[in-house]
């Protein structure tokens, strides 16, 4: 089968996985010609994935993964749409370095239209297929969809970037205030007209398959995720009354107090900017109290941090590798390959930490508040370097995206630009009962400690891991002792600090 863009657009979606509000859809439908939708299963990205030491596999010894599931579903929603308007989304499963030029080629595309991506290897490969589209005289073109601003948008008043979160987001509330963003504003019909009609009969580079790629059909089993632009609209709407009470019951991981969206903004099945737009929207209610508008913008704030953590990645490229605070480069950071095993398998004796490990595990997701004290667990408790827990979780979230875990663990590190100082280190006991007093959180994930009550549940084995009346309990008989006491890392962390501080 033969089909001709004629010179119209190829839009390749990305990381904007939806037919509605997707500025790649806008900028093409400006052009008034056919367009063609594909996305691309890139082997530069995958294969990676299936050489990973935590895979996990399937009777069939077909990988299990909750994110490429995610997409393939998502994608799977957008095809059935397109289908009912006579239309096709193009998939393939290659490497995007040689597909899209070659398929733009033959479909002759007069330019592909793009998200723009700001990791930096993302920057590497755009810039790639750029000139071998010149090569072709196929034009690439980039728009912002993923940021309400990015890259030099929000500066200081030397044009500078941020590099602490506070006066950057004064600044990006300022800046949306004078340039609000919007939806976008074409309709339904209007790109039902405009995208390419084909005979659904006809058999044009049927899609891969998650098994004819080596991943297994059960990857979203055990999982919180449901993949779609419909999912994640209904989950914005559920949660916009939730977002008046979100200050309150963010921080509690038995309380379903949280968006559960971060999923849905990192692979696009919704955009910034209907989340973004939810909260403005709901603070113009005159209804509302102090409180309440105190609860939304906590959640608006959440979402400036997304953004802080975007730009931090696009102007300061070597956090990928390294250290923000380069004082920090000659810290000497343990390592104990029992230990970090421990630690990725909730199995280090102290409950909040394991329970937030067995909840990654198991769902490929976790609180917020658990990745800040799981993360000082590692990094401080046990003095591992950031980047050995940054690669595991990066593998084990549904929502990885590269900016907000660098930025995340660099933050509980005290390596990174606004990160906490390095002499403030979480008690994960403290911690425990602070924010799971009742201990329901462990319970639901360390099954082993159901059936102690609420005094005991956050340090079972007292203060020093020596109670003889809890080590003996047959409660207790298969959780293990605390690998680490907690006051004498906390003095080993302090040192390490102030050895490299006294060097730099």
Same mark, same amino acid.
């Given at each position: 089968?033969?089909?001709?863009?004629?010179?119209?657009?190829?839009?390749?979606?990305?990381?904007?996985?939806?037919?509605?509000?997707?500025?790649?859809?806008?900028?093409?439908?400006?052009?008034?010609?056919?367009?063609?939708?594909?996305?691309?299963?890139?082997?530069?990205?995958?294969?990676? +994935?299936?050489?990973?030491?935590?895979?996990?596999?399937?009777?069939?010894? +077909?990988?299990?993964?909750?994110?490429?599931?995610?997409?393939?579903?998502?994608?799977?929603?957008?095809?059935?749409?397109?289908?009912?308007?006579?239309?096709?989304?193009?998939?393939?499963?290659?490497?995007?370095?040689?597909?899209?030029? *070659?398929?733009?080629?033959?479909? *002759?595309?007069?330019?592909?239209? $793009? &998200?723009?991506?700001?990791?930096?290897?993302?920057?590497?490969?755009?810039?790639?297929?750029?000139?071998?589209?010149?090569?072709?005289?196929?034009?690439?073109?980039?728009?912002?969809?993923?940021?309400?601003?990015?890259?030099?948008?929000?500066?200081?008043?030397?044009?500078?970037?941020?590099?602490?979160?506070?006066?950057?987001?004064?600044?990006?509330?300022?800046?949306?205030?004078?340039?609000?963003?919007?939806?976008?504003?074409?309709?339904?019909?209007?790109? #039902?007209?405009?995208?390419?009609?084909?005979?659904?009969?006809?058999?044009? @580079?049927?899609?891969?398959?998650?098994?004819?790629?080596?991943?297994?059909?059960?990857?979203?089993?055990?999982?919180?995720?449901?993949? &779609?632009?419909?999912?994640?609209?209904?989950?914005?709407?559920?949660?916009?009354?939730?977002?008046?009470?979100?200050?309150?019951?963010?921080?509690?991981?038995?309380?379903? &107090?949280?968006?559960?969206?971060?999923?849905?903004?990192?692979?696009?099945?919704?955009?910034? #900017?209907?989340?973004?737009?939810?909260?403005?929207?709901?603070?113009?209610?005159?209804?509302?109290?102090?409180?309440?508008?105190?609860?939304?913008?906590?959640?608006?704030?959440?979402?400036?941090?997304?953004?802080?953590?975007?730009?931090?990645?696009?102007?300061?490229?070597?956090?990928? @590798?390294?250290?923000?605070?380069?004082?920090?480069?000659?810290?000497?950071?343990?390592?104990?390959?029992?230990?970090?095993?421990?630690?990725?398998?909730?199995?280090?004796?102290?409950?909040?930490?394991?329970? &937030?490990?067995?909840?990654?595990?198991?769902?490929?997701?976790?609180?917020?508040?658990?990745?800040?004290?799981?993360?000082?667990?590692?990094?401080?408790?046990?003095?591992?370097?950031?980047?050995?827990?940054?690669?595991?979780?990066?593998?084990?979230?549904?929502?990885?995206?590269?900016?907000?875990? *660098?930025?995340?663990?660099?933050?509980?590190?005290?390596?990174?630009?606004?990160?906490?100082?390095?002499? #403030?280190?979480?008690?994960?006991?403290?911690? @425990?009962?602070?924010?799971?007093?009742?201990?329901?959180?462990?319970?639901?994930?360390?099954?082993?400690?159901?059936?102690?009550?609420?005094?005991?549940?956050?340090?079972?084995?007292?203060?020093?891991?020596?109670?003889?009346?809890?080590?003996?309990?047959?409660?207790?008989?298969?959780?293990?002792?605390? $690998?680490?006491?907690? @006051?004498?890392?906390?003095?080993?962390?302090?040192? #390490?600090?102030?050895?490299?501080?006294?060097?730099?």
């Amino acid at each position: 089968m033969t089909i001709s863009l004629d010179g119209g657009s190829l839009v390749w979606i990305r990381r904007d996985l939806r037919l509605a509000d997707n500025r790649a859809l806008e900028k093409a439908l400006f052009f008034r010609k056919k367009i063609a939708l594909c996305f691309v299963f890139d082997k530069a990205i995958l294969t990676p +994935l299936k050489e990973s030491n935590w895979i996990a596999q399937d009777k069939k010894n +077909l990988i299990l993964d909750r994110r490429v599931s995610f997409i393939y579903h998502s994608l799977k929603e957008i095809s059935l749409e397109l289908e009912k308007w006579q239309s096709k989304l193009f998939i393939f499963y290659d490497l995007s370095t040689n597909l899209i030029p *070659n398929f733009s080629k033959r479909i *002759n595309a007069s330019r592909v239209i $793009i &998200g723009e991506d700001y990791e930096p290897e993302a920057i590497r490969r755009d810039s790639l297929i750029a000139e071998k589209l010149k090569s072709l005289n196929i034009d690439l073109i980039a728009v912002k969809d993923h940021c309400i601003f990015h890259k030099l948008e929000v500066t200081t008043n030397a044009d500078c970037p941020y590099t602490v979160f506070t006066p950057y987001k004064k600044r990006w509330l300022q800046r949306f205030s004078e340039t609000p963003c919007s939806l976008s504003n074409y309709s339904t019909e209007d790109l #039902r007209s405009s995208l390419i009609k084909i005979d659904c009969h006809e058999n044009f @580079s049927e899609a891969p398959s998650l098994n004819s790629m080596g991943f297994s059909e059960e990857g979203l089993d055990n999982s919180v995720l449901n993949p &779609g632009s419909v999912a994640g609209i209904k989950q914005l709407e559920q949660f916009k009354p939730d977002m008046q009470s979100y200050k309150l019951k963010r921080d509690y991981p038995s309380l379903n &107090g949280v968006s559960f969206l971060s999923t849905h903004l990192r692979f696009g099945t919704i955009s910034i #900017r209907q989340a973004v737009l939810s909260a403005f929207n709901q603070m113009k209610d005159i209804q509302l109290d102090n409180i309440m508008l105190e609860n939304i913008n906590c959640w608006l704030a959440e979402l400036i941090w997304r953004e802080f953590y975007i730009q931090i990645l696009y102007n300061f490229p070597h956090v990928v @590798s390294g250290n923000f605070r380069k004082e920090y480069d000659n810290l000497k950071w343990a390592w104990s390959e029992e230990h970090f095993v421990k630690w990725c398998d909730g199995k280090t004796g102290y409950p909040i930490v394991d329970a &937030g490990m067995r909840q990654l595990n198991k769902t490929g997701y976790m609180h917020n508040r658990l990745r800040m004290i799981t993360a000082s667990f590692l990094t401080k408790d046990l003095g591992i370097n950031w980047r050995k827990g940054e690669q595991y979780f990066a593998f084990k979230l549904n929502d990885f995206e590269l900016a907000s875990n *660098n930025g995340g663990w660099q933050w509980a590190a005290s390596t990174g630009c606004d990160s906490q100082p390095y002499f #403030r280190i979480f008690n994960p006991t403290t911690q @425990s009962k602070k924010f799971d007093l009742n201990g329901n959180f462990i319970k639901k994930y360390v099954p082993e400690l159901r059936d102690l009550d609420k005094q005991f549940i956050h340090e079972p084995f007292g203060t020093k891991g020596k109670n003889d009346f809890f080590t003996n309990s047959d409660t207790l008989k298969f959780y293990p002792c605390p $690998i680490v006491d907690h @006051s004498e890392a906390r003095i080993k962390t302090l040192y #390490r600090f102030k050895e490299s501080r006294e060097k730099t």
